[in-house]
């Protein structure tokens, strides 16, 4: 639970932040008593809105609405009902709570759990509502309607504000989002009750976790060349060849950044007969890996060449064979999850063979009972659907594989992970959203629309070299995290530092414990100015 993590240190905000926040947030009931009962001597005038970035528009909106009152109560929208774009709210509530709070305009400020501001409406009952001038355009809205109804059936009035200046959030932050992961990570932990000595603590109980890993090998090479010309008939590069260098790649480094966490892993897997296996076979070994390799003799081992020239892609060479394993390999699989001790197994699919609507339900049913089960399914250009891993521990897809998994290409993100986190019948569903970072879904009982029930995890990676592998360090440390702790947000946040240390550097390196405290102490630095 997350009390067993809950130690001293230095908190995420100090002491004057959090008494304006306990001065200023409250629920209905609350500032309901505060302002007392109507007819009062001091008017309350109350506004509502996402209010997701704070600007000028909002500003006069907010102090044209005080001018007409004593008691200015800002309600703003709880992330569960925010889905009028994509990657939105993009400032999480308990931040867009804090913003407001800090305007010293603003008396109350009230987080909406409900679709619309009715029932608090009813509860505070505000001698005024206001909204902005844009709410006349065109007629009133329905919405609006019902907002008005809800305030005139007590006796109060609903008051638009001027709209000679308009500014809106979305453009702002689909224009140019602001950099403010630091400030939603604190906002996180400590709507969580979490420090980052509670994230350091975690990374401590890695060590010694047994991990399975079944999946497919891939030998990433980067072919490094220099641009020489092109050719004056036909449209050809000409490169003169400097080196190659390979990386095990695909399930193979997630079990060498599982070992690097500081598990001890076994890993099943088909290799090819040739010199790209015993490569990997090497590297693997080398790495601490107890690898059990089934050998094909009929496919080449799955190879994938970039050739780069001045640090630009040219082209891609693949290497492979992506028909599925045979009844006999399946078997051996089969054998092999049945009699490999482990605490978590992990089914890490890039669709080269080992996972298909054929093979995952014997695989499946081989995983012992009470061992955490986990599943990636990386369909980058090819078929495969991660709902096939039904009811597993976690998963973590990126938005592309949600969309094809539901055939959804319409819905904004957190209506699509929702209903990917239903009809997988997952624990916990990370969905990884590239650059704006992840969406973590988890488990309250009966009501997925609980504020708590998902929250978002922005980027960390601060200069990006090659992204290719960061769900892979993502996946292992989210993985052994949620295990060892029980905690969905401590495996996220360690989870998404572990993709940024992999994003800046080039290939496929395994990510140590060491790299993820450094990173998270950097962080640690900028929340704390220090």
């Known amino acids: ?37 109507r007819p009062r001597d001091k008017k309350v005038i109350m506004c509502h809105g996402t209010f997701d970035i704070v600007h000028p528009g909002h500003v006069r909106h907010l102090l044209y609405a005080k001018s007409k009152g004593d008691i200015l109560v800002a309600s703003l929208t709880a992330d569960a009902h925010i889905a009028k774009a994509n990657f939105r709210p993009y400032v999480p509530q308990e931040l867009r709570a804090f913003n407001l709070a800090a305007l010293e305009v603003v008396d109350y400020v009230l987080i909406d759990n409900e679709s619309t501001p009715i029932r608090n409406i009813g509860v505070i009952q505000p001698d005024y509502f206001a909204k902005g001038y ?24 609903i008051i638009f504000t001027p709209g000679d200046i308009v500014y809106s959030s979305s453009h702002i932050i689909e224009t140019e989002p602001p950099a403010i992961a630091t400030e939603k990570l604190m906002a996180l932990l400590e709507a969580e009750k979490l420090s980052f000595n509670d994230l350091r603590d975690s990374l401590k109980l890695l ?50 950044h599982l070992q690097s966490a500081g598990a001890e892993v076994s890993f099943t897997t088909v290799l090819g007969d040739d010199a790209l296996a015993e490569f990997a076979l090497k590297d693997l070994a080398a790495a601490g890996v107890n690898c059990m390799p089934v050998i094909d003799r009929t496919r080449p081992t799955t190879n994938k060449n970039a050739i780069m020239a001045g640090g630009y892609n040219l082209l891609k060479v693949d290497t492979l064979d992506n028909r599925s394993i045979s009844e006999r390999i399946v078997e051996s699989f089969a054998q092999q999850i049945s009699e490999t001790s482990a605490d978590i197994v992990v089914f890490s699919d890039f669709r080269h063979g080992i996972f298909n609507r054929d093979t995952i339900p014997p695989l499946t049913k081989m995983i012992p009972a009470n061992v955490f089960r986990v599943a990636d399914s990386q369909v980058a250009s090819r078929w495969g659907n991660i709902l096939e891993f039904g009811g597993f521990d976690l998963i973590t897809p990126n938005e592309r594989e949600a969309r094809f ?16 986190y239903k009809q997988a019948k997952c624990k916990t569903l990370i969905l990884k959203l590239g650059e704006r970072g992840l969406l973590t879904f988890r488990a309250v009982p009966q009501n997925y629309e609980d504020v708590r029930a998902f929250f978002t995890v922005d980027t960390f990676a601060e200069r990006v070299i090659d992204a290719v592998g960061s769900g892979d360090a993502l996946l292992a440390y989210s993985a052994l995290c949620l295990f060892k702790t029980k905690n969905a947000v401590i495996a996220s946040v360690l989870g998404s530092l572990a993709a940024a240390v992999e994003c800046e550097q080039q290939g496929n390196v395994p990510v140590t414990p060491k790299d993820v405290l450094d990173k998270l102490d950097h962080f640690e630095r900028y929340a704390t100015y220090s």
């Open 1 to 37: 639970m997350v009390s067993e993590f809950v130690r001293s240190g230095p908190g995420v905000m100090d002491d004057a932040s959090r008494k304006l926040l306990s001065h200023k947030i409250k629920t209905a009931e609350q500032i309901a008593a505060a302002a007392g009962p």
């Open 207 to 256: 060590k010694g976790v047994r991990v399975h890993v079944i999946g497919d090998t891939i030998v990433d090479s980067y072919t490094n060349t220099v641009l020489i010309g092109g050719m004056t008939k036909t449209p050809t590069m000409s490169v003169r060849f400097d080196n190659r260098v390979d990386f095990v790649g695909g399930a193979g480094v997630v079990a060498k």
């Open 134 to 157: 844009e709410y006349t355009k065109n007629g009133l809205h329905p919405r609006t309607f019902e907002e008005k109804a809800a305030i005139e059936v007590y006796g109060g009035e």
């Open 405 to 420: 998994a539901l055939g959804d290409q319409d819905s904004v993100v957190r209506p699509l992970g929702l209903e990917l």
